[in-house]
């Protein structure tokens, strides 16, 4: 009993380092317990760790509450007196006593009370998923449409916005999947989640970048170009393939609606290939709407000249090591290896593989649009701007 009860020490205290923002292998360091318990731990929760107390809301008693409600209980106060010291409400110490007096003596005992609290609260609960089978199969198709949490919890909210039952947070997803990972519900949702991790964890990027001969800088870009109200300005990268593939491609997308358009390249990724592959995707956009790309400072945009002849879209490098300057495509390269991963030769996508691929990505609700899709979006902004054109005198 003493080993078990040294065990479950060392666990909360394992647990607590992993709470406070610490990975594995710190709260390794730090507690001496050995690793693999420690990602055994780890992937047990989900990547998610129960709050160290219970105290989530005013509206519940504390420890020290529940002690002065025993002192006045001993001393002979009824219990609308005690509520009138402690300055809560009658009814909260009516329930409190009927919810957690010792069912054998009837006596009120402050510790054992915030015990069965912090129970009770934490107690195994059926989710909103486990127990709406409708809400279950939406869930269940929409993650098969590789939307993620966040994206489904919002198109709920707009396709059902007068029914909660088919409502559902993004937390409530993630705790389907990660938190409660037996039972058959979590296997079939985790396997359609479509990062595929068994855990939640952060993600971090950083991009390499090459000098161009005549680049022109972000900080020369048109100030309308930040606040995403203008339309017609876009953002661009290339995806590389596996080494000795020489396969890439082309990757742009509009920075107010979120529109991907995709450059198939062939073969080789030559600046004049990239350049062709850039300028014919970029013909898929009416003229108002290739204003300016902002591009990745790679060498293949050398020839960056030869595109703003072609096209007359104005072309802007972010500076190196800086991909959040470009971060709806930083958003979109990620989004795309899930369809093209990495270490794999790219060149075996068709030009109509990458257009069904693109077709997804734009008809996926985004969270920054509303959970409106991409193409939602775009039609919307060429329809404002040919009713603008309309109504010009």
């Given amino acids: 009993m003493a080993g078990l009860k040294l065990a479950e020490s060392r666990r909360l205290e394992v647990i607590g380092l992993l709470r406070s923002g610490l990975n594995p292998m710190q709260a390794a360091r730090v507690s001496g317990v050995s690793k693999s318990y420690i990602y055994d731990l780890h992937q047990s929760l989900g990547g998610v760790y129960r709050p160290q107390s219970i105290e989530y809301s005013g509206r519940y008693l504390d420890r020290d509450e529940r002690y002065e409600l025993a002192r006045l209980l001993e001393s002979g106060c009824s219990q609308r007196e005690a509520a009138r010291r402690m300055g809560r409400s009658p009814s909260t110490i009516c329930r409190e006593l009927a919810r957690n007096r010792d ?23 059926v989710s909103k998923i486990g127990c709406n089978p409708m809400l279950r199969a939406v869930v269940q198709q929409m993650l098969g449409q590789r939307l993620s949490p966040d994206q489904i919890a ?12 088919m409502q559902v947070s993004h937390e409530s997803i993630y705790r389907s999947i990660y938190i409660y990972p037996r039972g058959e519900m979590a296997r079939e949702l985790k396997a359609t989640l479509r990062s595929g991790r068994t855990v939640r964890r952060p993600r971090g990027r950083r991009k390499n970048g090459s000098r161009i001969v005549g680049a022109v800088s972000i900080t020369e870009r048109p100030e309308e170009v930040e606040g995403r109200l203008v339309p017609g300005h876009h953002e661009g990268d290339l995806i590389i393939g596996a080494k000795g593939s020489n396969s ?22 030559k600046s004049e ?54 971060g709806s495509n930083e958003n979109i390269n990620g989004l795309l290896r899930e369809y093209l991963p990495k270490g794999t030769d790219l060149s075996v996508h068709s030009a109509t593989d990458l257009q069904t691929i693109a077709d997804e990505l734009n008809d996926r609700p985004r969270k920054r649009l509303g959970y409106y899709t991409p193409r939602e979006r775009l039609t919307t902004l060429i329809q404002e701007d040919l009713n603008r054109v309309a109504t010009t005198p």
């Fill in 103 to 125: 069912p054998r003596t009837g006596g009120y005992q402050p510790e054992r009370a915030h015990t069965m609290a912090w129970q009770r609260q934490r107690r195994p609960k």
């Fill in 154 to 165: 919002g198109r709920l909210r707009l396709l059902h916005p007068d029914n909660d039952r």
């Fill in 248 to 269: 890439a491609v082309a990757t742009i997308v509009e920075r107010v609606s979120g529109y991907v358009v995709l450059g198939h390249i062939a073969q080789g990724r």
């Fill in 273 to 326: 290939d990239v350049i062709d592959a850039v300028a014919l995707a970029m013909s898929r956009y009416p003229a108002q709407l290739t204003k300016t790309l902002t591009w990745d400072r790679g060498i293949e945009m050398a020839n960056h000249a030869h595109l703003t002849a072609r096209t007359g879209i104005d072309v802007y490098f972010a500076d190196p090591y800086k991909p959040w300057q470009r």
